[in-house]
């Protein structure tokens, strides 16, 4: 199972905007009646043909075995998979792109519930890969509005093992962006979601109390990066705090309301419901958001005028969905925990520090200890290359994943990949782990 990649880059926003065979049963036969003298003959019951098996299904997951995708990947989805086939075919500007685009099934066949299929076809017809240099530290870029994905050709060497991940969240860029057409809610008002035209048409009043939710880049740039970790790469490596927050998000109200958060066309209202139904106020809200943007990019967005922690907006989120006892729930606190990092002093931002001041990985010999027991039944020893591991959700339970660097045990060949461990927090156990080597994919699918 391919785990997921997350990658740094910068995003522009659009500016013009096997089944088994069976044998069908034998219908048994029923003895023609003898009939009286006086009765009428009648005709002999003739049998009903056996049902014709639907060859969709096994269409769809021959092509989909030929371009590596596993059964499950599918999700049940045969028509809408040869259809993203067809389309993927057809489109020669994805050149050596292609076959790795085929990876992002599993994310449309989530994502179709909020899908105008026939406009985010048209897109993927349409969709297109340039390489070229780009300004330091971006490693791609998706421009919605010329529907092009950017590969920088200036990643340095060591770095190189990182470009499937670094596609695959430009991808969800592209998946994010193009669900739909419409024109999307940017106000919440008394339970209704509005566009500009409807609100246009509010009283006074109403505008004054309505509340203003743009497309808050938390979504937007932490959703690309979470979703990349959850669907390919097993972890993270940019948009830290905004992913673990995601993270965050996913384990308090569930995976179904994070598809909604990152895919549907109102992203910036779901996120605002979130916190209103919570207890924030218009005023506070906006103060939220404004700490998760700056959080996320602090090179586009200033320093919020109230900080609110990330730590203190997850605790009141939980409270009022999940009621109290966060204090105990092992998981939730280690979202909490990776939000600060090692040795970090953030948590002091939290209206609760005194009490994450007992839980932060506030030194090494702590964080040493921690990992010790994560790893400690690995058959290889990982070395880290971003500290501490970054939770993600994945089928309602919590990994923790991790760029790392490793010695192959059975080949002794050094391995540059993610490695995702789902460990009982409570129980401190691991119960299984996942490695991609990253290497090897880059030279599958880009040598």
Same mark, same amino acid.
């Given at each position: 199972?391919?785990?997921?990649?997350?990658?740094?880059?910068?995003?522009?926003?659009? +500016?013009?905007?096997?089944?088994?065979?069976?044998?069908?049963?034998?219908?048994?036969?029923?003895?023609?009646?003898?009939?009286?003298?006086?009765?009428?003959?009648?005709?002999?019951?003739?049998?009903?043909?056996?049902?014709?098996?639907?060859?969709?299904?096994?269409?769809?997951?021959?092509?989909?075995?030929?371009?590596?995708?596993? @059964?499950?990947?599918?999700?049940? @989805?045969? !028509?809408?998979?040869?259809?993203?086939?067809?389309?993927?075919?057809?489109?020669?500007?994805?050149?050596?792109?292609?076959?790795?685009?085929?990876?992002?099934?599993?994310?449309?066949?989530?994502?179709?519930?909020?899908?105008?299929?026939?406009?985010?076809?048209?897109?993927?017809?349409?969709?297109?890969?340039?390489?070229?240099?780009?300004?330091?530290? =971006?490693?791609?870029?998706?421009?919605?509005?010329?529907?092009?994905?950017?590969?920088?050709?200036? =990643?340095?060497?060591?770095?190189?093992?990182?470009?499937?991940? &670094?596609?695959?969240?430009?991808?969800?860029?592209?998946?994010?962006?193009?669900?739909?057409?419409?024109?999307?809610?940017?106000?919440?008002?008394? #339970?209704?979601?509005?566009? &500009?035209?409807?609100?246009?048409?509010?009283?006074?009043?109403?505008? @004054?109390?309505? &509340?203003?939710?743009?497309?808050?880049? &938390?979504? =937007?740039?932490?959703?690309?990066?979470?979703?990349?970790?959850?669907?390919?790469?097993?972890?993270?490596?940019?948009?830290?705090?905004?992913?673990?927050?995601?993270?965050?998000?996913?384990?308090?109200?569930?995976?179904?309301?994070?598809?909604?958060?990152?895919?549907?066309?109102?992203?910036?209202?779901?996120?605002?419901?979130?916190?209103?139904?919570?207890?924030?106020?218009?005023?506070?809200?906006?103060?939220?958001?404004?700490?998760?943007?700056?959080?996320?990019?602090?090179?586009?967005?200033?320093?919020?005028?109230?900080?609110?922690?990330?730590? +203190?907006? /997850?605790?009141? /989120?939980?409270?009022?969905?999940?009621?109290? #006892?966060?204090? @105990?729930?092992?998981?939730?606190?280690?979202?909490?925990?990776a939000i600060n990092g090692v040795c970090g002093g953030e948590y002091r931002h939290s209206e609760r520090k005194d009490f994450l001041r007992g839980v932060e990985f506030r030194t090494w010999e702590q964080y040493s200890a921690f990992v010790e027991k994560l790893y400690v039944e690995l058959p290889f020893e990982p070395d880290l290359r971003y500290l501490p591991p970054t939770p993600l959700m994945r089928g309602g339970r919590l990994l923790l994943g991790?760029?790392? !660097?490793?010695?192959?045990?059975?080949? #002794? !060949?050094?391995?540059?990949?993610?490695?995702?461990?789902?460990?009982?927090?409570?129980?401190?156990?691991?119960?299984?782990?996942?490695?991609?080597?990253?290497?090897?994919?880059?030279?599958?699918?880009?040598?």
């Amino acid at each position: 199972m391919l785990l997921s990649i997350a990658s740094a880059c910068t995003h522009s926003p659009a +500016d013009n905007g096997e089944a088994a065979n069976t044998a069908a049963p034998t219908q048994s036969q029923t003895a023609e009646p003898t009939l009286a003298p006086t009765e009428a003959p009648t005709e002999a019951p003739t049998e009903t043909p056996a049902p014709t098996e639907d060859p969709l299904p096994a269409a769809a997951l021959a092509t989909a075995y030929e371009h590596g995708l596993a @059964e499950e990947a599918i999700r049940g @989805e045969y !028509e809408l998979f040869i259809r993203f086939s067809e389309t993927v075919e057809s489109n020669p500007a994805l050149g050596k792109y292609r076959e790795f685009v085929y990876l992002i099934f599993p994310v449309v066949a989530d994502a179709s519930a909020y899908m105008d299929l026939d406009h985010f076809f048209d897109t993927l017809a349409g969709l297109s890969f340039v390489e070229r240099a780009l300004e330091a530290g =971006i490693a791609g870029r998706y421009t919605a509005g010329v529907n092009v994905v950017e590969i920088n050709t200036e =990643i340095d060497l060591y770095d190189s093992y990182h470009v499937p991940e &670094v596609v695959f969240h430009e991808l969800m860029h592209f998946v994010d962006f193009n669900v739909g057409d419409g024109i999307p809610a940017i106000y919440v008002l008394d #339970g209704r979601r509005l566009n &500009v035209f409807e609100y246009d048409e509010l009283s006074q009043e109403e505008q @004054e109390r309505a &509340v203003a939710c743009y497309d808050p880049d &938390v979504v =937007i740039e932490g959703g690309a990066e979470y979703f990349t970790a959850k669907y390919f790469a097993g972890a993270e490596r940019a948009y830290f705090i905004s992913s673990q927050f995601l993270a965050g998000v996913e384990y308090i109200f569930g995976e179904e309301k994070l598809d909604e958060l990152f895919f549907s066309g109102d992203s910036g209202a779901v996120l605002a419901e979130l916190f209103l139904d919570a207890g924030y106020s218009k005023e506070k809200f906006y103060n939220a958001n404004q700490t998760l943007s700056f959080l996320t990019n602090s090179s586009d967005h200033g320093e919020p005028r109230v900080f609110i922690a990330p730590e +203190d907006m /997850l605790i009141d /989120l939980y409270e009022s969905k999940l009621g109290s #006892g966060w204090q @105990e729930d092992e998981g939730f606190l280690y979202i909490l925990k990776a939000i600060n990092g090692v040795c970090g002093g953030e948590y002091r931002h939290s209206e609760r520090k005194d009490f994450l001041r007992g839980v932060e990985f506030r030194t090494w010999e702590q964080y040493s200890a921690f990992v010790e027991k994560l790893y400690v039944e690995l058959p290889f020893e990982p070395d880290l290359r971003y500290l501490p591991p970054t939770p993600l959700m994945r089928g309602g339970r919590l990994l923790l994943g991790a760029f790392a !660097e490793w010695t192959d045990p059975e080949t #002794g !060949e050094h391995v540059r990949g993610t490695l995702t461990v789902d460990y009982d927090l409570e129980a401190d156990t691991m119960l299984g782990f996942e490695t991609i080597d990253l290497d090897a994919l880059t030279g599958r699918y880009f040598g």
